[in-house]
């Protein structure tokens, strides 16, 4: 049997890789946008063009789109095993972000409305909370921060 690691997921456009390599691309993003939360917690990072903003977070959601169903699909041995994997990285995203009850980061997306809780947690600090608010008009009562 085929362990999921080795299953190949052809993207199209993306390209073909391997559910390991999406499931690091996923650890990866969050890794990455932990890390710039933590150090660059004050406003003012937006300025920084060398720190991720809210279209990466986005990017980062999309690509765990992608995962979960293909996880789904999956059998039950298998399937628990790439979940045991998904909730390492799924654990450290949510250490780092809170809940986004005002749906900002998908109205900033504009892709209509999203059930996956990831869809549904935004940065508590740090440079993608900044961008946010850059975007969010004056006044908008559901101004991040």
Not at 123 to 144: N, Q, S
């Amino acid at each position: 049997m085929t362990s999921w690691r080795n299953i190949s997921v052809d993207r199209g456009a993306m390209g073909v890789h391997t559910l390991a390599e999406l499931v690091g691309a996923w650890g990866h993003h969050v890794s990455r946008l932990e890390r710039e939360a933590r150090a660059h917690p004050a406003a003012g990072s937006r300025e920084r063009a060398d720190v991720w903003g809210v279209y990466d977070l986005i990017a980062a959601n999309y690509l765990r789109d992608v995962l979960e169903p293909l996880m789904q699909a999956l059998g039950d041995r298998e399937r628990a095993d790439m979940r045991s994997a998904l909730d390492a990285v799924d654990q450290r995203f949510l250490g780092f972000t809170v809940p986004d009850v005002h749906k900002i980061v998908q109205r900033i997306d504009g892709g209509g409305p999203r059930s996956a809780w990831w869809w549904n947690r935004i940065p508590e600090r740090g440079p993608v909370l900044d961008d946010v608010a850059y975007m969010l008009p004056p006044g908008d009562p559901d101004e991040a921060g």
